[in-house]
C-alpha cells in the first residue's frame, strides 16, 4: 500500500528524517529542532552555504538558521498527492482534506512534458487540453493544461482507490500513531485556513480549491 500511495500520509509516511552536519556548528552536535522543514528547503540551503542567494520564485528557506537556533521558519506546511487529499501540518496537528466524491473530480495536470511513468499520454488524453501561462513561478513560459481523466495511469487504481479517503484530524503529539480522529471544529477550520493560505501562496489553480470546496478568492 505505501509502494502504491494509497492509504492517507501518515507519519510514517510523510514525516522523513533529516540529519544535517555543519562544521561550523559543531557544538550544537546531537540537538534536535521542532521546526517544519521540507524537501524544498534543500536547494536554498546548499546555495546559503555557498553565498549564494535563492531565486525569487523559490518559496524553500535555508536551514542555516536552525542549526544555531531553533526557531520557527513557517506556521504549517501542506502535502500530499494528486487526486488524492491536500494535507497540512503546524507541527502538532495534522489535518487530511479529501474531496467529498473522490472518483469524480474536476482533476487537471499542467505539463510540457506528457509522459507517463512508462508511456506517452493516448491521444485521447490530449481531448480538451489547452496552453496556459497562468503561473507566475513559470516566469512567462506556458504549460499544457490537461484533462485527467480517471482512467488515465496518473489515478493510483482506475476508481480513484485511495484507502480511508475520508477527511480526519489528529493530534499527532498525543496520538503519535494516529488511531484517534479529533472532533475539533475550531482547530479543523483553523488548518482549512493555513491550507488555503498556502495553497494561494503556491499558486495552486482554482479547481484545486474548489474539489476541497475551499474558497478561492
Same mark, same amino acid.
Not at 41 to 45: E, G, I, K, Q, S
Given at each position: 500500500m505505501? $509502494?502504491q #500511495?494509497?492509504?492517507?500520509?501518515?507519519?510514517? &509516511? /510523510?514525516?522523513?528524517?533529516?540529519?544535517v552536519?555543519?562544521?561550523?556548528?559543531?557544538k550544537n @552536535? $546531537?540537538?534536535?529542532?521542532k521546526?517544519?522543514?521540507?524537501t524544498p528547503?534543500?536547494? =536554498?540551503?546548499l546555495?546559503?552555504?555557498?553565498?549564494l542567494?535563492k531565486?525569487?520564485?523559490?518559496t524553500?528557506q535555508?536551514l542555516?538558521?536552525l *542549526?544555531?537556533e531553533?526557531?520557527s521558519? %513557517?506556521?504549517?506546511?501542506?502535502?500530499?498527492?494528486?487526486g488524492?487529499?491536500t494535507n497540512?501540518?503546524?507541527g502538532?496537528?495534522?489535518? +487530511?482534506r479529501?474531496?467529498?466524491?473522490?472518483? #469524480?473530480? #474536476?482533476?487537471w495536470?499542467y505539463?510540457?512534458?506528457?509522459?507517463?511513468?512508462?508511456?506517452?499520454?493516448a =491521444?485521447s488524453? +490530449?481531448?480538451n487540453?489547452? *496552453?496556459? %501561462?497562468s +503561473?507566475?513561478?513559470? %516566469? $512567462?513560459?506556458p504549460?499544457?493544461?490537461?484533462?485527467?481523466?480517471?482512467d /488515465?495511469r496518473?489515478?493510483?487504481? =482506475?476508481? $480513484?482507490g +485511495?484507502?480511508?479517503?475520508?477527511?480526519?484530524l489528529?493530534?499527532?503529539?498525543t496520538?503519535?500513531g494516529?488511531?484517534?480522529p479529533?472532533?475539533?471544529? /475550531?482547530?479543523?477550520?483553523?488548518?482549512?485556513?493555513?491550507?488555503v493560505?498556502?495553497?494561494?501562496?503556491?499558486? @495552486? =489553480?482554482?479547481?484545486?480549491f474548489e474539489?476541497?470546496d475551499?474558497? &478561492?478568492?
Open positions: 505505501v $509502494g #500511495n494509497r492509504m492517507p500520509f501518515y507519519q510514517e &509516511v /510523510a514525516h522523513i528524517p533529516l540529519l552536519y555543519h562544521p561550523d556548528f559543531r @552536535a $546531537g540537538e534536535r529542532r521546526s517544519l522543514t521540507q528547503d534543500v536547494m =536554498p540551503t546555495l546559503d552555504i555557498h553565498g542567494a531565486p525569487a520564485t523559490v524553500g535555508s542555516l538558521p *542549526l544555531a531553533d526557531e521558519q %513557517r506556521r504549517a506546511m501542506i502535502y500530499g498527492m494528486f488524492g487529499a497540512v501540518v503546524d502538532r496537528y495534522t489535518y +487530511f479529501y474531496p467529498k466524491d473522490i472518483k #469524480n473530480q #474536476n482533476l495536470e505539463t510540457l512534458m506528457p509522459t507517463h511513468a512508462y508511456s506517452f499520454f =491521444p488524453e +490530449f481531448e487540453a489547452s *496552453l496556459v %501561462r +503561473f507566475a513561478f513559470l %516566469r $512567462g513560459y504549460v499544457l493544461k490537461l484533462p485527467a481523466g480517471m /488515465a496518473r489515478i493510483p487504481i =482506475p476508481s $480513484g +485511495f484507502e480511508d479517503a475520508h477527511t480526519a489528529y493530534d499527532i503529539q496520538d503519535p494516529q488511531h484517534a479529533l472532533d475539533e471544529p /475550531a482547530t479543523e477550520s483553523r488548518l482549512a485556513g493555513e491550507m493560505t498556502l495553497m494561494r501562496g503556491s499558486e @495552486a =489553480p482554482s479547481e484545486a474539489r476541497l475551499l474558497p &478561492v478568492g
